[in-house]
């Protein structure tokens, strides 16, 4: 059974940090590209960042760039977010997550339509 489970949410005040982690289970992601999507309340599903198969591409949302740096261990199958200066905006559930199609060159898919697997989430609270 193919798993994503990420930790390393919780509650921050503004100008914290926070790194989420994602580890995968059930089947290799290397190869493919892996990506954090968030849902704040009341709020559609947002993308956040993604990055390549081999960590050379990478995308960020214009609301994060800057602050937020996605990184991969393919040798630990898995994914990490690292969230500087956080802001009450950035509040919200933080989801993992993989997709199985092979892109080109530094290319990574940012609709969250192109991604299969997906994580349960985590909770990221950042208060004023």
């Known amino acids: 059974q193919v798993r994503l489970v990420e930790s390393g949410g919780g509650l921050v005040q503004a100008g914290g940090s926070l790194r989420l982690s994602c580890a995968a289970s059930?089947?290799?992601?290397?190869?493919?590209?892996m990506a954090w999507f968030h849902r704040a309340p009341g709020k559609d599903l947002e993308f956040v960042a993604a990055?390549?198969?081999?960590?050379?591409?990478?995308a960020y949302a214009d609301s994060v760039k800057g602050r937020f740096t996605i990184s991969r261990d393919n040798a630990k199958n898995a994914v990490y977010l690292q969230m500087d200066s956080l802001q009450p905006e950035d509040t919200a559930v933080y989801y993992c997550?993989?997709?199985?199609?092979?892109?080109?060159?530094?290319?990574?898919?940012?609709?969250?339509?192109?991604?299969?697997?997906w994580g349960q989430g985590t909770q990221v609270t950042v208060s004023s």
């Open positions: 997550a993989a997709d199985l199609a092979y892109y080109s060159g530094t290319n990574v898919p940012i609709d969250p339509n192109e991604y299969d697997y």
């Open positions: 059930g089947r290799s992601f290397i190869g493919f590209p």
């Open positions: 990055i390549n198969w081999n960590g050379a591409g990478t």
